[in-house]
């Protein structure tokens, strides 16, 4: 029990410093957009990975939030709700990253992904005792 907790809490740590990253690049002059994006997205995976690490459930390595919400609500039915923010984020973890995409996030954007991985990371978080 208490290893599982250990990490539990490591994931979400490792979360917490994403949404920290993200709040760094919007307090900059220049803020990338596609950075802040990426960012939310890596956050609300880590999140989820919490919360099944905290249920004992193995995942598969992705970063595909849609597949790793299934596992989730197996657990916990009413994070069905999130099924649009998750698909809203996987778009950020490989395709915005690169140079050959022709889609570059903008400001609007990078607010929608924020707004998104907060509604995750408080929807899961309010599952999980672990204070």
């Known amino acids: ?20 990253a993200i709040q760094n690049n919007i307090s900059a002059i220049e803020t990338p957009w596609d950075v802040v994006c990426f960012h939310a997205q890596q956050a609300a995976e880590k999140i989820l990975k919490a919360f099944l690490v905290y249920h004992e459930q193995s995942f598969e390595k992705t970063h595909d939030l849609v597949q790793l919400l299934t596992s989730c609500v197996k657990i916990e039915t009413s994070l069905s709700v999130l099924e649009e923010d998750c698909q809203i984020l996987t778009y950020y973890a490989v395709s915005s990253r690169y140079p050959d995409d022709l889609y570059e996030p903008d400001e609007s954007d990078g607010q929608k992904a924020i707004n998104s991985a907060q509604k995750i990371q408080k929807s899961v978080l309010s599952f999980l005792v672990y204070r």
């Open 1 to 20: 029990m208490i290893e599982r907790r250990t990490n539990f809490r490591s994931w979400i740590k490792k979360a917490e410093h994403d949404f920290l």
